[in-house]
C-alpha cells in the first residue's frame, strides 16, 4: 500500500538522487590530495609520525584554498589512520589497546568528512560567536572522546566572527587543553583574530593554488565526469579562479551544466558574460598597429556585445600583462600562463611590443580604471585611452626628447624607436655623445704667456665652455699665480659665487683643467675675503650693482620668485651666485623690479 504522503508526488520523484557539486565530490581526502599546500601537508605529517602534535592550530588563507578540507584530513588522521592513503601512524599507536578495526575507522571517517562525527566537531564562527557558547564549547571540551576515538577535535571555521568575550573566554581553555582536545581554527582574514589567540596557536599560511595546478586538477575532474573541454576554456576557468580550487571546479560546474560537449571558448563566454577573444585579439593588433581607427571600432564592437568598461580594462591589462611577461621571460617561463595552442600567437604578438612600452599601457589601463569611476563621461575616457594607447609611439615622453639630441634608442609606446628631433629648440644634427670627464694630461697643449694672467684665465674659460658645470667661471679671475700655486678670485660684484668655488671637488677639477695650459701641476686655491660677508675689498674697484644692502636686497628677492624656488627645491644643493639687471628693466628671472 502506497503511503498518503507519497501518493500525490509524481513519479520521477521516487528514488531520486539528490546531485553533489563538484567542490563536495572532488574533495581532497588525503594530504597529498590537497593541491598547492604540499609543505603544509608534510608538516602535518610529520608532526603525527615524530608525536608532536600541537593542541592548537591556526589555518589562514583565502577562500577555497584547503583549510577546512585540511583541518578534516588531520582529524581523520588523528582518529582513524588507517583510511587516509599518506597517514602516518602516530608513535603510541599500540597505547591503550591501539586503533580499533578499519570498518570502525572507516564509518568514523565518513561522519567527518560528512561533519556529522560526535569528536570532531565543526563550528561556524559566524553563527556561534557569543560568550555563552563558547563557555558551553569550553563544558563539552571537559568531556572525554565517545567510542574508539582518541582525541575531541574542534574545527572552529571563520573564527574571526567570534566576538571578542567569546574570545577572551576561550583564551585559557586554548593555551592549556585537557590531553585528549585538539583546537583547528580556520580563518581568511587572520588580522582580525586577536593576537593572543596567534600566540596559543602553531600558524600555517595556506597559498593561493597556480594557476597550472588548478589546470591539471580540473582536467583529472573533466576526464572522470568525461566531459570534453578545449585547453583555452581549462586555463582561462583557472585564471577566473583566482587562486581558488573551490571556485575553479564551481565555474566547471556550471560549464558543464550548458550539455555542450565539447567546451568551446564560444560556450564559456556566453555563459560568463567575457569579451570576445577574438575581438580582444583584433584591437591589440589594432593597438600595435598605431591603427586609430581599427582600435576604436573594436572597443566598439566589445561594447556592443555586452562588455562593460571595467571589462574591457581588465581584460586588456591582463593580455598586456601575458605580453609584458614573453617580452621579459620568454614564452617558455612559467609565469606565462596560457596554454600551448595560443602561446604561439601571443608570441609573435609579443614582438610588436616592448617591455616598457606594454608596463606604460598597463599603467595608463589602471589609472584610467580607477579614475574613471567618478567620472561623468567614462565613454569619452575609455575612448581617449585607446587612441593614446595607439599613438603612444607618437608621445614621447621628457626622457625621449631629452635623448633626441644624442641620437640614442629609446622606447617610445609600445615600439623601440630611433629617435631624432624636429624642434626648433634642437640642433638640426644631433651630435655624437661627449664621452665622461677624464683628467687631461699634464703635456701642455697651448702655447702662451702663463704670466698673463687674463690670458691664462681666458684659455681656461675657452676649455670648458661647452660645460654647463663649470659656467661659474664667468664671475671669477686668477688673482695670482706662480711655479706651485694659483689663488682665485670674484669678478666685481660676485663674492657670493667664492662659497660656491670653494668646494675641494669643483678646484680639483679646476687643476686638472690648468694642468695642461700651464705645463705643470698647481694647488688651486680660492682667496681669503674681508669681513664675513659684509663690505666687498676695496681692491675690486667699485661695485657695478650698487651697495652690498642692494645686493642682499636683490638676492633675496630673486630667491623669493617662484621659477627660482622650484629649481632650488629640485636642485637641493644649488646656489644662487648672480643676479643682474636685463635692459627692459627685468631681473634675470623674468619679474619687473618695480
Known amino acids: 500500500m502506497m503511503c498518503p504522503l507519497r501518493a500525490g508526488l509524481p513519479a520521477y520523484c521516487e528514488g531520486r538522487v539528490s546531485y553533489t557539486v563538484l567542490a563536495r565530490r572532488y574533495r581532497s581526502t588525503s594530504f597529498a590530495g590537497v593541491i598547492g599546500q604540499e609543505p603544509i601537508a608534510n608538516t602535518l605529517r610529520s608532526a603525527i609520525e615524530q608525536g608532536r602534535v600541537a593542541h592548537a592550530y591556526l589555518f589562514t588563507g583565502t577562500r577555497g584554498v584547503g583549510k577546512t578540507s585540511m583541518a578534516r584530513i588531520f582529524a581523520r588522521a588523528l582518529n582513524a589512520p588507517a583510511t587516509v592513503d599518506d597517514a602516518p601512524m602516530p608513535p603510541d599507536a599500540d597505547a591503550d589497546g591501539g586503533f580499533p578495526d578499519e570498518d570502525i575507522q572507516q564509518r ?89 589567540i596567534h600566540s596559543r596557536c602553531q600558524g600555517f599560511d595556506f597559498r593561493n593554488i597556480p594557476t597550472p595546478k588548478i589546470v591539471e586538477h580540473l582536467g583529472s575532474v573533466l576526464a572522470s565526469e568525461s566531459v570534453e573541454a578545449e585547453s583555452q576554456v581549462v586555463w582561462q576557468i583557472a585564471r577566473l579562479a583566482n587562486g581558488s580550487m573551490r571556485d575553479g571546479l564551481s565555474l566547471l560546474d556550471r560549464l558543464i551544466s550548458t550539455g555542450q560537449s565539447p567546451l568551446t571558448p564560444d560556450v564559456l563566454e556566453q555563459m560568463f558574460g567575457l569579451p570576445d577573444s577574438q575581438l580582444v585579439g583584433a584591437l591589440v593588433d589594432a593597438l600595435a598597429n598605431g591603427d586609430v581607427k581599427g582600435s576604436l571600432e573594436s572597443v566598439a564592437n566589445l561594447i556592443t556585445n555586452g562588455i562593460s568598461q571595467d571589462q574591457v580594462f581588465e581584460v586588456l591589462i591582463e593580455r598586456f600583462r601575458q605580453l609584458m611577461l614573453i617580452a621579459v621571460c620568454g614564452p617558455d617561463s612559467e609565469l606565462v600562463e596560457l596554454p600551448e595552442d595560443t602561446k604561439a600567437a601571443a608570441t609573435e604578438q609579443a614582438k610588436r611590443f616592448d617591455a616598457a612600452g606594454l608596463t606604460y599601457m598597463i599603467a595608463q589601463c589602471e589609472s584610467v580604471q580607477r579614475n574613471g569611476t567618478s567620472s561623468a563621461t567614462p565613454r569619452a575616457l575609455l575612448d581617449a585611452t585607446i587612441v593614446r594607447l595607439a599613438l603612444a609611439e607618437k608621445m614621447a615622453d621628457v626622457t625621449a626628447v631629452l635623448s633626441a639630441s644624442t641620437g640614442r634608442s629609446a622606447s617610445v609606446g609600445g615600439q623601440k624607436k630611433k629617435l631624432t628631433t624636429s624642434s626648433a629648440h634642437t640642433k638640426p644634427q644631433a651630435s655624437p655623445p661627449k664621452p665622461a670627464y677624464q683628467p687631461p694630461t699634464p703635456n701642455p697643449q697651448v702655447s702662451i704667456d702663463t704670466t698673463n694672467l687674463g690670458a691664462v684665465m681666458s684659455v681656461l674659460r675657452d676649455r670648458v665652455a661647452d660645460r654647463p658645470a663649470f659656467a661659474w667661471l664667468r664671475f671669477v679671475t686668477i688673482d695670482k699665480l706662480d711655479e706651485q700655486a694659483a689663488v682665485l678670485s670674484p669678478t666685481p660684484g660676485h663674492r657670493e659665487v667664492m662659497h660656491f668655488a670653494s668646494d675641494q671637488r669643483r678646484l680639483q677639477e679646476i687643476t686638472d683643467e690648468l694642468t695642461p695650459i700651464l705645463g705643470r701641476r698647481v694647488r688651486v686655491s680660492v682667496k681669503p675675503l674681508p669681513g664675513n660677508g659684509g663690505t666687498p675689498d676695496d681692491s675690486q674697484g667699485p661695485d657695478p650693482t650698487g651697495s652690498a644692502s642692494t645686493r642682499h636686497a636683490d638676492r633675496r628677492a630673486a630667491l623669493d620668485l617662484p621659477l627660482v624656488k622650484q629649481v632650488m627645491d629640485i636642485f637641493p644643493d644649488a646656489e644662487l651666485f648672480d643676479v643682474r639687471e636685463e635692459a627692459d628693466g627685468t631681473t634675470a628671472a623674468g619679474q619687473s623690479e618695480d
Open 108 to 196: 568514523m571517517a565518513e561522519s567527518i568528512m560528512r561533519g556529522d562525527d560526535l569528536n570532531v566537531i565543526e563550528i561556524d564562527g559566524a553563527s556561534n560567536n557569543s560568550v555563552d557558547q563558547a563557555r558551553q564549547l569550553i563544558a563539552n571540551a571537559g568531556l572525554s572522546p565517545t567510542g574508539n576515538a582518541r582525541y575531541k577535535v574542534y574545527i572552529i571555521d571563520e573564527v574571526h566572527m567570534l566576538s571578542i568575550s567569546a574570545f577572551n573566554a576561550l583564551l585559557k581553555t586554548m593555551e592549556e587543553p585537557p590531553p585528549h582536545v585538539k583546537f583547528i581554527l580556520c580563518t581568511t582574514e587572520p588580522h582580525k583574530v586577536p593576537a593572543t
